[in-house]
């Protein structure tokens, strides 16, 4: 009876020091989201002291999943990071796979003025992949990794963003999974720091991490942040916030970060009148200042 034929792949084999010259700086990458990036941390120690330090920004290398309900801010922490990072000198891919290139466009200049960024100076730093106008790049995804690797090697790019993941299995859930693990493979292999968009659906937890293609979407990716809102419809929840019946009260918290410490805690979130999102304080610090409901 003749041996059967094995096959081993060499190249997954790795020393833990040959796969830790590989891996990235542990540093922060800013998301021009003011009161974000220190929810980020490293541990460092001073003598025989763990002192916990600001990391400024997710982590170099990491693809961040955004998940939540439409209209809790999602689209605007996209394009505000896509605008910080190319103010500071980088290149950034914005994969727009729900506006066209055109819309996008606009959204991304008002964005800018809101921030205080010069748009004239950064508007050829950010490169469109058109998905929402053609098909193919939606469809089928050998294409679209073709076209980001020509974007990545002809631009120099080391930022990327993808608004949103869940219009590329529109229809076909059941590839969820495949389809955000091969876009994570991807981004990881071009070292890419990158923020991945994704919708849930009404039934699902305002809070929960569930994203449309199940938990395990956002399990695949290195740190998942969760978007919420409120409608206050009660004079409970009215009393709870602090705020007046038929107000928005709009949530945040990051679920999980595999490559940094992050902050655990549910965060009041804002979207002002110039369209931009900020991280405000702990939920519970607020309702703890203002005196427990009972």
Not at 141 to 168: C, E, F, N, Q
Not at 212 to 228: E, K, P, Q, R
Request: hydrophobic letters at 40%; one cysteine or more; proline letters at 3%.
């Amino acid at each position: 009876m003749e041996e059967r034929e094995r096959h081993i792949i060499y190249d997954a084999i790795y020393r833990v020091s040959e796969a830790r010259e590989k891996a990235p700086e542990l540093k922060g990458v800013a998301t021009g989201v003011p009161g974000l990036d220190d929810l980020f941390y490293v541990i460092e120690w001073e003598g025989q002291k763990p002192v916990r330090k600001s990391l400024g920004g997710i982590p170099l290398g990491c693809v961040a999943n955004i998940t939540g309900m439409p209209d809790t801010g999602k689209s605007l922490i996209a394009e505000q990071f896509a605008v910080k990072q190319a103010s500071l000198g980088e290149r950034v891919c914005f994969v727009t796979v729900e506006t066209t290139a055109p819309f996008l466009s606009v959204g991304l200049e008002q964005r800018a003025r809101a921030m205080g960024v010069d748009f004239k100076e950064i508007e050829d730093r950010i490169v469109i992949l058109d998905a929402a106008s053609y098909t193919r790049l939606r469809d089928d995804l050998p294409t679209l990794l073709d076209t980001l690797a020509h974007i990545y090697r002809t631009y120099k790019v080391h930022r990327t963003v993808i608004d949103s993941v869940t219009g590329l299995f529109e229809a076909k859930e059941m590839l969820a999974r495949s389809i955000v693990r091969a876009l994570y493979t991807f981004c990881k292999k071009w070292y890419q720091t990158a923020i991945f968009i994704s919708q849930k659906r009404s039934s699902h937890e305002l809070l929960s991490a569930e994203a449309a293609g199940g938990y395990a979407v956002g399990h695949i990716v290195d740190c998942t942040m969760v978007l919420s809102k409120e409608l206050i419809l009660s004079a409970r929840l009215a009393q709870l916030y602090k705020t007046e019946i038929g107000e928005i009260v709009r949530l945040f918290r990051i679920d999980g970060c595999r490559l940094c410490g992050h902050d655990t805690k549910i965060h009041l979130m804002d979207i002002t009148e110039l369209g931009l999102v900020e991280i405000g304080p702990p939920l519970s610090e607020v309702i703890r200042s203002k005196g427990e409901v009972r």
